[in-house]
């Protein structure tokens, strides 16, 4: 799961924001190298490597880019709503720092638990999820690009029709201004694939 992302922690300020935060966190630093993209996601420029994460023959199969950003952030939150955690971890695979094995990093606890966080900060009752709900990456605005690499907010990516930051916020109560959810797009050998995502609180 591509998801390690980079937690840049102040106040907190949404009340029922704070039990899933915790969780997110952690299992983004997890994931965070291979990232909860779809490898992420659910989550998350990885900031940690798990040391015990050593090179090794995996048995895992090659993991297959998308043609576009848009393509692969839709199918990786898809994933995560479907609780295909372990592929959407694995589908980040071919961006993972040189030394680091994809089938080690996504069996550890942290990184499925961030996954699942995922899933439920998205998951509200009365809104449809795949496949009768539709995921949409609905254009590049906000979008930024430094390189093969592009960052994606959480306010460009739809649920059956709502942003995955208007999902967040359901219930939240305080300043939720500062929270902010982006993903880490990485191109690689022609292919796009989901690299992390940073959580902002």
Not at 26 to 44: F, N, Q, Y
Not at 52 to 71: C, D, F, H, R
Not at 85 to 103: F, H, I, K, N, R
Request: glycine residues 8%; aromatic residues 4%.
């Amino acid at each position: 799961m591509t998801i390690a992302p980079t937690v840049h922690a102040r106040r907190p300020k949404a009340r029922r924001l704070a039990p899933m935060l915790p969780v997110v966190v952690m299992g983004l630093t997890a994931c965070g190298s291979a990232g909860v993209s779809g490898s992420a996601a659910p989550v998350p420029s990885p900031s940690a490597s798990p040391a015990s994460a050593s090179p090794q023959t995996s048995q895992v199969q090659p993991a297959s880019g998308a043609e576009t950003l848009q393509a692969a952030l839709e199918r990786w939150v898809t994933q995560i709503l479907k609780e295909q955690y372990t592929e959407a971890c694995l589908s980040g695979a071919p961006v993972l720092p040189a030394g680091q094995d994809a089938e080690t990093l996504c069996k550890r606890p942290e990184v499925l638990a961030s996954a699942k966080s995922l899933r439920e900060a998205w998951a509200k009752p009365g809104v449809k999820l795949p496949p009768q709900g539709e995921v949409e990456v609905t254009g590049v605005t906000g979008v930024t690009a430094k390189g093969n690499e592009v960052t994606v907010p959480d306010t460009a990516v739809k649920l059956d029709g709502r942003t995955l930051r208007s999902l967040e916020l359901i219930g939240a109560t305080g300043d939720t201004g500062s929270f902010s959810l982006t993903f880490k797009m990485q191109k690689h050998e022609g292919a796009w694939y989901v690299q992390g995502f940073d959580l902002k609180l």
